[in-house]
């Protein structure tokens, strides 16, 4: 019994410190791990202060368009940037920016070598003085279709015909020196308006040179452009009129856009771009009463408010005492055994830890990458569900319902979360649990990112309706908030395995796998030692109706029933339920038969950790016998010593080297082990007999001390031993005589008749 608690503050205060630090279970590294993330965590929350809202402080009476009911002056100077003037700056600056083109040179000199060739192969046909029809024939067959006949005349009758090379070498020269362009049908519309820039690179430097739109010669201009330069610079000749019909097959685009070098000048353009700075001046009147409240009103508000909270001492120590009390709390709530009934392992304070530095700096960085403007909560982008699921599954569903809200809390504590943010994260994470509670394949995460992202659709209707958000952006934050549901159970899908084994963590899917009688295992087990492959069977079922009827985790007790006696297969003609007519202990001492008896739970807890078995399993491997006695060995060890005048056995070589069962699942699986046993040996077993004999069982088990700390209630026995009484009495169906409604006393007195006609089970079987 417990002594009742002191009733002075000072031992009360004193129990509660320990209780929130735990000094005497203090483990230096997870404690120095916790410290670390509570400072990594504290200063980027501070680090992120002079982003906090609005709604805080002074401004949450003010909103846009509200009338002002009082005057509101700037105490201090302050300054700021107006983001949208700069914007307005930057994107104006960035509108001046000419797109880029590159004129290509080979492409001249390509062309001018494909002039040269045409006028060198007509004035072979004039110096063999070709009729003008044969000239016409030879020059349709080299180049087909390029010359109509009139041009060929033209030509052909020239006087001058002998300089025509000359002629269109000089022009080609001036045409694509200039550069014919080839502009994309989109994409400039985004550029200056009035001219391009034109780049040469000569191989040796590079020139520039700005090119109106006016002056750009593309294929739709370069007829004009080829007539006039003619007419310009041959007075009218006959060349004149018929150089673009004799110059324009000749020539191709030869001046590109450069999209890398327009976004270079781009990004220059933009890192040119000062800040628009707006200064405000102390004793300025920022809101003023009778008058609507601008948005121009709130950002200067909102800077004086900021830039005080930022350089206020007592509000970084204010804020600082609470983040601590926060981080306390969670501390006191998942270090403690308020919500669990066993310690934290390391792993799963490291787990906790990064977990938590990771959604607190994710949300202090997303939230630098959210415009204040827009109506999509910070939240929204991070998936908190996750975050949930994963203790969740690993750890504990009430330690996933602390960090539902304890994460959300601290990011709005800190400032990334505003309220809407908070809301958001918080159904989303308590959805998450809740989607959780009878998963049992790892296809039923999907489902739960289902179900997570129709709430958080609902959940972002409501926002949207609450902020009167305009229609325009329903479809797109919608689609957001379920995607956030939908990522988060597509990704717990994946990290999961690897953190399932990181951990040793006991999920309900890998618990689903390790049930599997065809592992490798069990199918061993089944060959070595198939007797105790069946009282396996037996025990899990036994077990898994108890555990369902008290509360606990059926699927834990069924697995690890079925993996509980697996150190039998070393030596498993030494059990009696693999014996068929010869004992081997008959030929061994008692002593020795202890030893090898006892030696497969040791065994047993060998092979569960090679087989990389969660630890819950093998506790129960490691505890299914507890400490109790093997006494049918030690009665036995003690008539012989007594007779050969050897003085007292030592009892403790003749128990179990285990720790009595420390959960209710593994108390379960050994009252079921002794029961399965033990029942056996009833010679027509009905059930109020078994009934009998299977509260002698569970009382002796209380009686030593086996059950002292598995935290079963006499609630929770009685409710075992009638699961036990239902399964067995179905097993044994075909055995039991059921009485025709006997009296009571009767009843007990045939069930202790025939309980004392009962052999003794042999000692040392189990």
């Not at 300054?79 to 880029?100: F, G």
């Not at 990181?502 to 490798?520: G, Q």
Request: glycine fraction near 6%.
């Amino acid at each position: 019994m417990k002594k009742p608690p002191e009733k002075q503050a000072g031992p009360r205060f004193s129990l509660f410190i320990q209780r929130i630090f735990n000094f005497s279970t203090l483990k230096p590294l997870p404690a120095l791990v916790t410290l670390v993330v509570f400072l990594v965590g504290f200063l980027f929350m501070m680090g992120n202060l002079e982003q906090r809202g609005a709604d805080r402080g002074d401004l949450h009476d003010l909103e846009v368009g509200r009338v002002a009911d009082l005057d509101i002056q700037a105490d201090a100077d302050a300054s700021y940037v107006d983001e949208d003037a700069t914007r307005r700056r930057m994107e104006a600056r960035e509108r001046l920016v000419p797109a880029v083109f590159r004129i290509v040179p080979q492409a001249e000199q390509d062309i001018l070598a494909s002039w040269d060739r045409f006028t060198a192969f007509t004035a072979e046909l004039f110096l063999a003085e070709s009729s003008q029809e044969t000239f016409k024939l030879k020059i349709t067959a080299e180049y087909p279709a390029l010359f109509s006949g009139q041009i060929l005349d033209a030509y052909y009758t020239d006087s001058v015909r002998d300089r025509y090379g000359e002629y269109g070498q000089m022009i080609l020269r001036r045409i694509m020196g200039a550069g014919v362009f080839a502009l994309p049908k989109f994409g400039l519309e985004s550029y200056n308006p009035d001219a391009v820039e034109l780049v040469y690179d000569s191989g040796i430097r590079s020139e520039w040179d700005r090119v109106p739109y006016g002056g750009i010669i593309t294929m739709d201009s370069v007829e004009d452009a080829i007539r006039n330069d003619a007419e310009a610079s041959m007075n009218h000749s006959a060349f004149s009129r018929i150089a673009p019909e004799l110059l324009i097959p000749f020539i191709k685009e030869n001046v590109f856009f450069s999209e890398e070098d327009t976004r270079q000048r781009v990004q220059e353009a933009r890192q040119g771009v000062e800040p628009v700075i707006v200064h405000i001046e102390k004793g300025k009147k920022i809101i003023r009463k009778g008058f609507v409240i601008t948005d121009e009103n709130m950002r200067e508000l909102r800077v004086l408010n900021v830039s005080g909270r930022a350089g206020d001492p007592r509000n970084i120590f204010g804020l600082a005492l609470l983040y601590l009390l926060l981080y306390g709390i969670l501390v006191f709530l998942c270090g403690g055994k308020m919500l669990l009934e066993k310690d934290l392992s390391d792993p799963e304070i490291y787990l906790l830890c990064a977990l938590t530095a990771l959604y607190l700096v994710a949300a202090v960085s997303l939230r630098s990458l959210v415009p204040e403007t827009e109506s999509l909560p910070v939240s929204v982008i991070l998936p908190s569900a996750l975050f949930v699921m994963i203790p969740a599954l690993l750890i504990s569903f009430r330690i996933a319902l602390v960090f539902a809200i304890f994460l959300p809390l601290a990011a709005f504590i800190g400032g990334p979360f505003d309220s809407h943010s908070f809301i958001f994260a918080v159904i989303s994470g308590i959805v998450a649990i809740y989607s959780l509670r009878e998963a049992e394949k790892r296809m039923d995460l999907v489902k739960a990112g289902l179900l997570i992202a129709c709430t958080n659709a609902l959940v972002m209707s409501a926002i949207l309706l609450n902020r009167h958000a305009g229609i325009g952006v329903y479809p797109s934050l919608l689609f957001w908030a379920a995607f956030n549901g939908l990522a988060s159970g597509m990704l717990v899908v994946g990290v999961l395995p690897p953190l399932e084994h990181a951990l040793n963590a006991v999920t309900v899917f890998r618990l689903i796998e390790l049930s599997d009688l065809n592992s490798p295992t069990l199918k061993a087990l089944f060959t070595a030692a198939p007797g105790t492959y069946s009282h396996s069977i037996m025990v899990a079922n036994l077990a898994e109706a108890a555990c369902h009827d008290i509360g606990a985790s059926p699927l834990l007790s069924r697995v690890g029933a079925y993996y509980h006696d697996i150190g039998k297969m070393d030596n498993p003609s030494y059990f009696v339920e693999n014996q068929t007519d010869y004992n081997r202990h008959d030929d061994l001492a008692p002593r020795l038969s202890a030893t090898v008896i006892r030696s497969h739970v040791k065994m047993g807890v060998e092979r569960a950790q090679a087989l990389g078995l969660p630890q819950a399993v093998i506790d129960v491997i490691a505890e299914h016998h507890g400490n109790s006695l093997i006494t049918w060995f030690y009665s036995k060890a003690q008539q012989q010593e007594n007779a050969e005048g050897k003085g007292e056995v030592d009892i403790a070589d003749f128990s179990y080297p285990g720790n009595p069962p420390r959960s209710r699942e593994s108390a379960v699986v050994m009252l079921a082990d002794v029961t399965e046993a033990a029942v056996r040996t009833l010679q027509k077993p009905t059930a109020p007999k078994m009934e009998k004999f299977i509260q002698e069982l569970i009382d002796a088990k209380v009686e030593h001390g086996q059950l002292a700390e598995s935290e079963l209630t006499f609630r929770d026995l009685e409710a075992i031993k009638k699961a036990f009484v239902r399964v067995l009495a179905g097993y044994y169906h075909s055995r039991i005589e059921y009485p025709k409604a006997p009296a009571p006393d009767a009843g007990v007195e045939r069930a202790e008749k025939a309980e004392k006609t009962e052999p003794a089970p042999p000692g040392g079987q189990r």
